[in-house]
Nanobody, 123 residues
Framework: QVQLVESGGGLVQAGGSLNLSCVVS????????MGWFRQASGKEREFVAGISWSGTSTYYGDFVKGRFTISRDDAKNTVYLQMNSLKAEDTAIYYC????????????????WGQGTQVTVSS
């Protein structure tokens, strides 16, 4: 059974930083690309960042603009999302997901999801 567990969310002031983690179990972590998505209240889930199975390629949503960094540690079965210069509009539930096939920018390309971690940025 594949499980993804996110952590690291919380309340932070605008301009602050958070580092999200996602631990994956039940699958050979190093064989799969990973992604982070977010969903704000009343909005659709949107792509935040993705990383290839090898870790050599990373991808970001247009709104990130150099503020976030995705990384992975295969020895710990963990993918990270370092978020800096946070803005109020970054407030959302953040989800990690296991890439399967298709466009990595689309949620349908991912076959397993975590439960999400809330990020709230106060202005």
């Amino acid at each position: 059974q594949v499980q993804l567990v996110e952590s690291g969310g919380g309340l932070v002031q605008a301009g602050g930083s958070l580092n999200l983690s996602c631990v994956v179990s039940g699958r050979t972590f190093s064989s799969y690309g990973m992604g982070w998505f977010r969903q704000a209240s009343g909005k659709e889930r949107e792509f935040v960042a993705g990383i290839s199975w090898s870790g050599t390629s990373t991808y970001y949503g247009d709104f990130v603009k150099g503020r976030f960094t995705i990384s992975r540690d295969d020895a710990k079965n963990t993918v990270y999302l370092q978020m800096n210069s946070l803005k109020a509009e970054d407030t959302a539930i953040y989800y990690c997901a296991n890439y399967r096939t298709g466009s990595l920018y689309s949620p349908v390309a991912y076959d397993h999801w975590g439960q999400g971690t809330q990020v709230t940025v106060s202005s």
